[in-house]
């Protein structure tokens, strides 16, 4: 008898269930969707102050290199703002925002500003395949203003937090649409691409921004998009 039992063993059915009426593929794992349940938050978005030659004068700043002067500089906000994809993978866009005069190249338009006077203002926003590394400086990260004003007068943050917070390239165009247009080298108003670029780098971050303080120490952007 018992040689006749083993038989029956050996020529089971595969598929067949035991006595306890388990199966060989009930354990098995199941297959991995690719997709990540609850992805991480992206990073918050960075902010740089860039500085390039001025319009016209971009072939003397690149026979210059690193001697061409800092007085005839043309300063920008760049900001790289982070995103999620739903593969979980993060992207990046920068946008360039800066502040120069409608017609830059014109005669008059030196004239005006050079005695003085004040000439009609363009506030442009750019699309930017990327950070440049060099006479560019990281100057913080987007904090949304109501933040870093409530915690400068001391209050929780939590009674300011809204879902309905501009992110940083939204913040950057409603600062654009408020900023006075006019640009002047008078210093009782002065107004300049410099001033421009200080106060939106501020507004962005929280961070009192100095460009002639900036430009004295080493620039420490990451090069990238």
């Not at 072939?59 to 906000?77: F, I, R, S, T, W």
């Not at 209050?155 to 917070?165: G, Q, V």
Request: aromatic share 6%; charged share 25%; net charge positive.
């Amino acid at each position: 008898m018992a040689a006749v039992a083993a038989s029956l063993a050996l020529w089971r059915p595969r598929g067949s269930r035991s006595r306890h009426g388990s199966s060989r593929h009930r354990h098995l794992p199941k297959a991995s969707s690719g997709r990540t349940e609850n992805p991480p938050k992206p990073k918050p978005a960075e902010v740089f102050l860039a500085c390039v030659p001025l319009v016209g004068l971009e072939a003397v700043g690149a026979a210059l290199g690193d001697a061409y002067p800092n007085q005839l500089e043309h300063v920008m906000v760049l900001v790289r703002r982070f995103d999620r994809a739903e593969s979980g993978e993060e992207t990046s866009t920068v946008e360039c925002y800066d502040f120069l005069p409608v017609d830059p190249l014109a005669p008059a338009t030196a004239a005006a500003m050079l005695s003085g006077g004040e000439v009609a203002g363009d506030l442009r926003v750019r699309a930017l395949r990327g950070v440049p590394s060099r006479r560019c400086w990281k100057v913080g990260t987007y904090v949304p203003s109501d933040v870093w004003t409530t915690r400068a007068i001391g209050e929780s943050e939590s009674t300011s937090t809204s879902s309905s917070r501009p992110d940083a390239h939204a913040a950057a165009r409603l600062f654009h649409r408020r900023y006075p247009s006019r640009l002047c080298l008078r210093p009782d108003r002065k107004n300049t691409c410099v001033e421009h670029a200080e106060a939106l780098a501020e507004h962005l971050t929280g961070n009192a921004v100095r460009y002639d303080e900036l430009i004295r120490t080493p620039p420490n952007a990451t090069r990238g998009g």
